[in-house]
């Protein structure tokens, strides 16, 4: 069975800061995806990033950057020099091949000017 | 782009009422399921489907009713309403499962008095 967890409830930074996301991941299967999603105030929710688990590369996108380690099973994500339109609740989700979707229970960062 | 698009946006039943939950989306998608958020939980999954015609279980089934007629329509069906089923609904989509993201409706707002 595959397993999301997001231990951090609630991370509260002040503007500029850098923060860290932490995902750990549980899989039996050598080939799965693994997801980022915010969900701002407003409530949709929006896709930011996809990894597959041969692809071990970190990835950076502007001011986000994610580290995959197969090794300790995380997929973190940071966000650096945080700004307040960043605030927002963050879901790491995993799925196995041709599986559905599981979600951790998510982490609200939230930043102050 | 309408993408995936859920009606109504927000709805208040009594108990022991029925309704039906609106999905649909333009993007030619095989995969569609349904999530539910509840303050705490993340998202879980109720039903999901692999084409027309076909669906499944997912995490929290009970008390739920889906169908899947057409590529486009995903249909959730509250079949008596009880106050644990006030949350918050998300409709999803994606060309595959597992393998790519998924592309979420705005989500219904669902409360049971």
């Known amino acids: 069975a595959q397993k999301v967890t997001q231990a951090q409830t609630e991370i509260s930074v002040v503007e500029k800061e850098d923060v860290t996301l932490d995902c750990v991941y549980e899989t039996r299967d050598t080939t799965y995806y693994l997801f980022w999603y915010k969900q701002p105030p407003s409530g949709e929710l929006v896709f930011l990033i996809r990894?597959?688990?041969?692809?071990?590369q970190n990835e950076i996108s502007g001011r986000y950057s994610w580290n995959f380690q197969k090794s300790t099973s995380s997929f973190n994500f940071t966000i650096t020099a945080s700004q307040v339109v960043d605030s927002a609740v963050y879901f790491c989700a995993l799925s196995e091949e041709y599986s559905t979707l599981t979600f951790g229970k998510g982490t609200m960062l939230l930043v102050s000017p | 782009n309408a993408g995936v698009t859920q009606t109504p946006k927000f709805q208040v039943l009594k108990t022991g009422q029925s309704m039906t939950l609106q999905c649909a989306q333009d993007m030619n998608h095989e995969y569609m399921s349904w999530y539910r958020q509840d303050p705490g939980m993340g998202l879980r999954l109720i039903h999901y489907?692999?084409?027309?015609?076909?669906?499944d279980q997912g995490e929290v089934p009970n008390g739920y009713n889906v169908s899947r007629s057409t590529t486009e329509d995903f249909p959730l069906r509250l079949l008596s309403a009880a106050p644990s089923q006030t949350s918050v609904y998300f409709c999803?989509?994606?060309?595959?499962?597992?393998?790519?993201?998924?592309?979420f409706g705005q989500g219904t707002r669902l409360t049971v008095v």
């Open positions: 990894r597959n688990s041969f692809d071990e």
């Open positions: 999803a989509s994606s060309s595959r499962t597992g393998a790519t993201e998924a592309f």
């Open positions: 489907s692999v084409g027309a015609g076909i669906t």
